[in-house]
């Protein structure tokens, strides 16, 4: 990130190896004081605000000030900040400003055609939260030494160690809020951006749970800090400042590709959290009634780990297509609406219904076809529904071929093999790309359910394996190893 007295259009910026010419539109859009940050992984140019410039810069270095603080404060005051910020967020009378700053964000978001299916603050998220909260109060914490090492005349232990201030930058869904909290748990402190369409709700949680739990805790309060900031940029100054100890994004595919190269490019540790969609594998022995449950259970809302495609034996699909589009209408009915299915001309016919649906875009409702062909398919893509659940129906030969589908065009997230096959199950272990791999409804992939650890967020392997850690990344997962050395034998050399 760089800062310009003056920049022109056709003026040129060497970011890493490229040199990127300034568009008219971008020059006359600078002002005194905005810094400029080029993207070497895209050519980008953007502009950062002085304002926002400054509204970062004092987030991380009180979330910094805090994180010193943090290494003497006793663990059971943190173990209080959750207990005390569960129970703010579990009174009605406290909670019925967040409630309204709620439904504004979602009537702004509707009028704008935004989607709103992760924005509601419902009963059940808001339920969520305070089991999240909880699950950190309650967390048996093992200490600080990992192994030792024993020599003679001396000694040296591993120990975990904080990470330090945690930047995380994701969409408008306030349940994250809660969970991001969940990283003082391990010493660490947060500055996050949440996406505007949720920044209203995020505010009255800050005003009415998270300050008030970290000052009757005694915890400082720059721990848990948030940009108060609608725009974009606050993410990419936050991301570029190079004295975060981990760079963690949630949100649509694109803008966390972006996050993520800008935070590399500062030299920091990234968790990306993006691209989802489940698959479901599905070999010739399945049960009937078992892969009606497993698709039903999958649709039940969108969200990354929904199912997105399902790969059906061509030489059963006439048998089990009908059963797949009954579950489906099934998952779809108690919001009043059909699923919504993509699939090739061969398999079109074995549909028993088809014709038009009424379905529900962000941007409107509109008739579209209920199952509709395509001879080119593209089953890479991720259907990001509201309430008609949508996905795509492809025929295999084999759980082989459907293995080779999924590494070439999934993003290597989640998969699911439904078969009575013993080998089946093994050939999706073994050759399936993938951190989550399951023999039931796709659903399960996520921290709180699966693991009793409340998620910061769920990483696919689209862009290379992680290193050293599973795909669900929780709050007490963010942490360094420190190595300690006692000495016994004082004449002890090498």
Known sequence: MAHFDTLRAGDRVLVGTSLIEVDAGFADSLATGDRVLGIAETGQLR????????????????????????????????TDFFGRAADLLENDENFSSVRAANDADVASAAARGRSTTRLV???????????ALRMWRDLDETGSEVSVVRH???????????????????????????????????????????????LRTARELMDVVVRPALEQAGLPHGAVGLLDSPEHAAGWALFSDRRLSLAVARGSGPAVAELGSI?????????????????????????????????????????????????????????LVPVVQDAADRAAISRGVEARIHTTPEALALFPRTGMTRVERADGTRMEERVSADGDL??????EWETNPEFTVLLVDSVTEAVGLFNEHSPRFIVSCLSADQHDHDTVWSGCDAPFVGDGFTRWVDGQFALLRPELGLSNWQNGRLFARSGILSGDSGYSVRLRAHQTDPALRR
């Open 121 to 131: 603050l419902s009963e059940q998220m808001r339920a969520g939260m305070i089991d």
């Open 152 to 198: 003679d005349g001396w000694s040296v232990s591993e120990h975990r160690a904080p990470l330090g201030v945690i930047g995380f930058v994701f969409e408008g869904r306030p349940n994250v809020f809660a969970d991001a909290t969940g990283v003082l748990r391990g010493g660490n402190t947060v500055v996050f951006r949440i996406g505007s369409d949720a």
């Open 263 to 319: 935070a590399r490019q500062a030299g920091t540790p990234v968790s990306l959290h993006g691209t989802g969609g489940a698959w479901v594998i599905v070999g010739e022995s399945v049960d009937e009634s078992r892969l009606s449950s497993v698709v039903e259970a999958s649709l039940d809302r969108k969200v990354c780990n929904t199912l997105n495609v399902i790969c059906l034996p061509r030489n059963r699909a006439a048998a």
């Open 378 to 383: 593209d089953p890479s893509h991720e259907f």
């Open 47 to 78: 502009r950062i605000p002085v304002a926002v410039s400054g509204l970062v810069d004092h987030a991380v270095t009180e979330a910094q000030r805090a994180f010193a603080e943090m290494a003497s404060v006793p663990r059971d005051k943190v």
